[in-house]
């Protein structure tokens, strides 16, 4: 068995690390997800006039719109290092 060329091997550890931080951060999302719908449909279960409930979705419907939005760019930059890590080593 030859020896694997030390650019091969460390583009092996880092994709290795970044499905690792990928599985992570996917992970996250889906926690961050469950936690949203169970806090939503406390609110909707709970007690009180329309108008708090109303506005307490509202609050946590922007609340989860900025997570998402944050998740969307973690993602993103997730994916870029990905193509990164792709890319053939340049001689």
Request: net charge negative; glycine share 8%; proline share 3%.
């Amino acid at each position: 068995m030859t020896p694997e060329p030390s650019g091969a091997l460390e583009a092996r550890v880092c994709a290795a690390d970044l499905l690792s931080a990928m599985q992570g951060f996917l992970a996250a999302v889906t926690n961050s997800e469950a936690a949203y719908e169970a806090e939503r449909e406390r609110i909707e279960e709970g007690v009180g006039s329309d108008e708090a409930t109303h506005r307490s979705l509202a609050e946590l419907d922007a609340a989860h719109q900025h997570r998402r939005a944050m998740h969307e760019q973690g993602w993103g930059e997730l994916q870029g290092e990905a193509e990164i890590a792709e890319r053939p080593a340049q001689a």
